[in-house]
Structures are given as C-alpha cells and as structure tokens.
C-alpha cells in the first residue's frame, strides 16, 4: 500500500478513536474524577430547616425539587392553569422557583397570594389571580424583596 494511504487510514482512525471516546467520557460512560466542596476547602452547608419535615434540610429539598423538575424537560410555554402549578410539559422559568420551593414544603403560590393581599399597594395588579401572579416575574421579584433576605454576588477570594 502507498504510504499516503496508510497516513490518511490512521489520521481517519485517530481522529474517529478520539471522537468517540470524548463522547464516552462526557457521556459519562468512562469514569472520571467528579469534584465535591471538600476538594476545595469550601465547608458544605446543611440548612437547620426541614418545613415538610422529611429529615431533608430545606436547601437540600430545594435543590433536589428543582433537579427533578428540570429533569422533565418542560417546553417553554407561557399558560393557565386553574390549579396555578402546571400539570403537564409545559412550563414557564418561575416555575422552576415555585416547584423548588414546594418540595420543601413551601407553596409559593399561597405564599405570594398572602403577600399580595397584605400589600397590594407593592404590586401593580388589577386583579388579583392567585393561580397566575406567582408565576410573574415581576410579583416574584417584589414578593422576594418584602420577604427575603438579599445575598451579595460579590466574589472575593480566602486564601
């Protein structure tokens, strides 16, 4: 065979090995080093709150709820519910808030309906609709700045 052949058969195969095995390695199929907080000195942080009570602190809940969540792949698609929450594929980006904060015991329906209610001069609302105003950007950021706690994004380093 002439060795221009063979050089271009072995670069194709390179190139063919290769690809396939980075797919493997981001597809996970080949074990790799996963990292944890411990590997970088970062102190993992366990809440002292556990609203449903099911021996999960609630930042673990809400983490976990919202996995789950995305996990079901929702199409983007802005509707109605008459029960609030969404019940089939479809789903807005609050929605990965309220459906975080209900597997932890919070409904921030009921939440955000209270809230309005005891502050409707806050809210720029005609008419109240709790099956639709948590799930508005504009009544979550409100609700959150009457009842949360702002954290910086600041970064800063310890060394």
């Known amino acids: 065979m002439n060795k221009k052949i063979i050089t271009i058969i072995l670069i194709s195969f390179l190139i063919l090995s290769s690809t396939i095995i980075y797919a493997l390695y981001i597809l996970n199929y080949i074990p790799h080093r996963k990292y944890n907080n411990e590997h970088f000195n970062i ?17 673990t809940d809400i983490l976990n709820s919202v996995r789950e ?9 802005s509707k109605y519910y008459a029960s609030g929450y969404p019940n089939d594929e479809y789903g ?19 939440l955000v309906n209270e809230d309005i209610k005891n502050n409707r001069n806050n809210y720029n609302i005609d008419i109240i609709d709790k099956n639709i105003d948590f799930r508005r950007v504009q009544n979550l950021k409100t609700y959150f700045e009457n009842n949360a706690i702002s954290l910086t994004t600041d970064k800063f380093y310890v060394f």
């Open 43 to 59: 102190k993992t942080y366990t809440s002292s709150m556990d609203k449903d009570n099911d021996g999960i602190d609630d930042q």
């Open 69 to 77: 969540y995305i996990e079901t792949n929702p199409k983007y698609k």
């Open 92 to 110: 807005v980006c609050t929605d990965v808030v309220a459906f975080g904060l209900k597997g932890a015991g919070y409904d921030l329906m009921e």
